[in-house]
């Protein structure tokens, strides 16, 4: 069974910064699109970042674009997502994930196309 890892969640002050990281100690994910999705409470999961295999292709939540930043280092096996500007409408689990042949803006924003999951760090944003 395939299992992700996030780290990186905790208590942060609104305009504050993290670091979400997510790697598979057992999986190589460097042939995978990888997602990073959350959830906050009483709402459904959404998208907010992938990024393709190689690193070469990002795609963003238009409400995030400009203060989630997504990269990946294959050698460390690892995908980060960098998140500036917090606010408390930040305040969710994130859940990465992993999926082939994800081409489009379209098809990684549909959580229902990636295969592999990792169980969730919690962020939450309040002073």
């Known amino acids: 069974q395939v299992q992700l890892v996030e780290s990186g969640g905790g208590l942060v002050q609104p305009g504050g910064s993290l670091r979400l990281s997510c790697t598979a100690p057992?999986?190589?994910?460097?042939?995978?699109?990888i997602g990073w999705f959350r959830q906050a409470p009483g709402k459904e999961r959404e998208f907010a970042a992938s990024i393709s295999a190689s690193g070469g292709t990002t795609y963003y939540a238009d409400s995030l674009k400009d203060r989630f930043i997504v990269s990946r280092d294959n050698i460390k096996n690892t995908v980060y997502l960098h998140m500036n500007n917090l606010n408390p409408e930040d305040t969710a689990i994130y859940y990465c994930?992993?999926?082939?042949?994800?081409?489009?803006?379209?098809?990684?924003?549909?959580?229902?196309?990636?295969?592999?999951w990792g169980q969730g760090t919690q962020v939450t944003v309040s002073s």
């Open positions: 057992d999986f190589t994910l460097d042939h995978y699109n």
């Open positions: 994930a992993a999926g082939r042949d994800l081409n489009t803006r379209g098809l990684n924003r549909r959580s229902a196309n990636f295969d592999y």
